[in-house]
């Protein structure tokens, strides 16, 4: 008896615990933040978050990945795929442990969410559900921030990707000029939204960038001569919206360009 009481001792200071069901008092916040996150699902035609209730540790739910030492705090979040329909609770900003979202491909609603206090994010993958809602200015000030939507395979060995993908949301607002400063963006695509306003030529900091596509939005003004100062830069898509004026003549030092789509907007003047 005296032996089986020893164990139970053991077992609730020690790694295990997560096999109990165990908060530590610090990640109670998450729990709390999970159950709040749940509220806000309107439709789970899969019951993928049916298993999302007190009768076991929430590090053992569904699509859920925490820390692997006390307190265990929530490191994944991964819901992708799944035809969930809700909208994302602000709550979810109190994972301040989180380092991997996921959402990708549901039905979630509603504006994007803040996460300026998520500052362990480094990947996060919003893209194919029904977001909209200006650009965050604290999605710019997470300096880790990684990754929105899936690695396209013939990137995935670069070292120190940094992907930027919102497309196929309805985000609207302008493109924060902030975006210039992701030094190590690679990829930034914000295709098939409703961006107004004008390209910042901000972006024309983004010396790593490699591949540009803003096409299918209501982009106005002109292309910024900037973008002719980006070293690496090979894919430019602007298809799609109200440019007008010439095409910079300092495209013509992009060394590396492999496309330039251009159609369907307002531009005019020479070629030179
Ligand atoms: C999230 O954190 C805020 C601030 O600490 C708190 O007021 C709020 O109740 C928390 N939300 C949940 C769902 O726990
Ligand atoms: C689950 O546990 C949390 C924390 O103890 C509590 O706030 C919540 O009401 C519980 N939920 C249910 C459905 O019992
Ligand atoms: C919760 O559901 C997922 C997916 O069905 C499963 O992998 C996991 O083991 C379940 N967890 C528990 C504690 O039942
Ligand atoms: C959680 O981590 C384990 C071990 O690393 C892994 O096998 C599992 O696929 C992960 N699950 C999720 C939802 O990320
Ligand atoms: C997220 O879930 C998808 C689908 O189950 C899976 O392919 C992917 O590897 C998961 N990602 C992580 C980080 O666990
Ligand atoms: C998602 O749900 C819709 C109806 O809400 C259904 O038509 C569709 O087939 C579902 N998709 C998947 C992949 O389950
Ligand atoms: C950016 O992060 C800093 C430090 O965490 C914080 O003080 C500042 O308010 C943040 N700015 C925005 C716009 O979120
Ligand atoms: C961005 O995500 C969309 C939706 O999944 C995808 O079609 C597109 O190829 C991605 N863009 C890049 C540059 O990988």
């Known amino acids: 008896m005296l032996l089986l009481l020893a164990l139970l001792l053991l ?3 020690g790694i295990g615990d997560v ?34 209730s007190n009768n076991t540790h929430f590090c053992r739910w569904n699509g859920v990945n925490c820390t692997t030492t006390p307190p265990f705090r929530v490191r994944v979040l991964n819901l992708s795929g799944l035809n969930i329909t809700g909208k994302i609770r602000s709550s979810l900003g109190n994972m301040t442990f989180l380092a991997w979202l996921d959402l ?8 994007i969410l803040t996460l300026d206090r998520l500052q362990q994010l480094d990947t996060l993958y919003l893209y194919d559900n029904h977001l909209h809602g200006t650009i965050p200015d604290s999605l710019t000030n997470c300096s880790s921030l990684a990754l929105v939507g899936v ?8 070292s120190h ?10 985000i609207v607002g302008q493109i924060p000029p902030k975006l210039g400063f992701l ?14 306003g004008q390209i910042p030529p901000k972006l024309g900091l983004l010396s790593n960038l490699i591949y540009l596509d803003l096409s299918i939005n209501l982009l106005v003004g002109q292309i910024p001569p900037s973008l002719g100062f980006l070293p690496n830069l090979a894919y430019i898509h602007l298809r799609s919206n109200q440019l007008e004026g010439s095409i910079p003549r300092e495209l013509g030092q992009l060394l590396e360009l492999k496309e330039l789509f251009l ?10």
């Open 11 to 13: 077992c609730n200071n």
């Open 19 to 52: 096999e109990g069901s165990t908060i530590h008092d610090s990640s109670i916040v998450d729990l709390h933040a999970l159950l709040d996150f749940k509220l806000g699902i309107t439709d789970d035609p899969r019951g993928a978050l049916s298993n999302w």
């Open 104 to 111: 990708s491909s549901n039905n979630f609603v509603g504006p």
């Open 151 to 158: 690695i396209p395979p013939k990137l995935h060995f670069l």
């Open 161 to 170: 990707l940094f992907y930027f993908n919102l497309s196929l949301n309805s």
């Open 183 to 196: 030094s190590d963006l690679t990829v930034l695509d914000l295709s098939v939204n409703s961006l107004v």
């Open 263 to 272: 159609s369907d907007n307002k531009l005019s003047g020479e070629l030179v």
